[in-house]
């Protein structure tokens, strides 16, 4: 036996996945299956059970990891105490999933506020459909993520993060940039969405007259396309958060498209414990959903001088400057 014998026990039977593990120790696959039944052959007995998706720990493994934690507790504050070059300590690795445009709106931003405090931490970041990046959870091939469209699977636990807004948009330019129109005449101008996503399929299923001007792969494309002129978006506000501040586009009133909102939830493994660096990631996640929300609730009503009160549609405009240090989409976005 010896004491990467035993890091190696710990960062599989935290996982419950030999890849997973690998990558966070920088070895290989095999280098770590190898280790693990030396271990095994060392004490005569099995301490892990393999399958399609991983492993599960006997009862003896459960014993043993139990005996192991305390040893390995020790010589993380030995290492700790005595290694004088900061650079040098060991490295953690942090798995994060998100639906693609969570991807790409939230969770950089997200990432890049937890590694200023964690500077150790190496970060994967996958990005894909809501099914995918469950199907990785349950695998144990991340550690947590931000989707949009959660299957409810058991065995995974999920917690409110945010709230998506569908909006339409279109250049201000045009006639209709501000206006306030019904879901049934937007659907008759020349429209620019995600193909075979949920707002085309709401309008089909309204038996309204569409006039589809292009469907597009991405939320990114939907934008340029109307900033080509190409016709009126219809995108989750967080994908265009930034032209809408500066001017660049400009929202059309949909009434019925604000009942369209998804939510966002955070999601990550209930069978077996978080990581620490995991759960110091859930807790900055839940920080920023609290976050949202108490500036939510404190502006959505702002009393005018005449005593009356009055609806804001963009939090970025009352939005405190502490609130922007790590600015977290108020509306969270994926179309």
């Not at 493994?61 to 305390?70: C, E, M, Q, S």
């Not at 290492?79 to 639906?99: D, M, P, Q, V």
């Not at 396309?225 to 001017?247: F, W």
Request: aromatic share 6%; glycine share 6%.
């Amino acid at each position: 036996m010896t004491l990467y014998q035993l890091k190696i026990f710990e960062a599989v039977a935290r996982h419950l996945n030999i890849t997973q593990a690998s990558v966070e120790l920088h070895a290989s696959q095999p280098a770590v299956s190898q280790q693990l039944k030396l271990l095994e052959e060392n004490y005569g007995c099995d301490f892990l059970v393999r399958h399609s998706h991983g492993v599960n720990l006997t009862d003896k493994g459960r014993a043993f990891l139990d005996a192991i934690k305390p040893v390995l507790a020790q010589l993380e504050d030995i290492e700790h105490k005595f290694k004088a070059n900061e650079t040098t300590r060991e490295r953690h690795c942090l798995a994060i999933g998100g639906s693609r445009n969570v991807s790409v709106r939230v969770l950089p931003r997200l990432l890049k506020a937890f590694k200023e405090s964690h500077p150790s931490v190496e970060f994967i970041l996958a990005a894909n459909e809501s099914p995918v990046i469950e199907k990785h959870l349950l695998n144990s091939e991340l550690d947590i993520a931000v989707i949009t469209n959660p299957s409810r699977i058991d065995g995974l636990i999920y917690e409110p993060f945010g709230r998506m807004e569908v909006v339409a948009f279109c250049l201000p330019s045009n006639p209709l940039a501000g206006q306030t129109l019904s879901l049934k005449k937007l659907a008759q101008q020349p429209l620019v969405l995600r193909s075979g996503g949920r707002i085309e399929s709401v309008l089909k299923s309204q038996g309204y007259r569409t006039n589809f001007a292009l469907r597009c792969e991405v939320s990114q494309a939907v934008k340029v396309a109307v900033q080509t002129g190409m016709g009126i978006g219809i995108i989750y506000r967080n994908a265009i958060a930034t032209s809408l501040a500066n001017g660049g586009l400009k929202v059309i009133n949909v009434p019925e498209l604000k009942e369209m909102g998804i939510k966002s939830v955070i999601a990550y493994d209930g069978r077996k414990p978080l990581s620490p660096m995991a759960q110091e990631f859930l807790a900055l996640l839940r920080q920023k959903r609290r976050r949202v929300e108490k500036i939510r609730n404190r502006v959505t009503a702002v009393p005018t001088r005449n005593g009356r009160e009055r609806k804001l549609s963009n939090l970025h405009r009352v939005l405190p400057k502490t609130a922007r240090k790590y600015p977290l989409p108020h509306r969270p976005s994926a179309v």
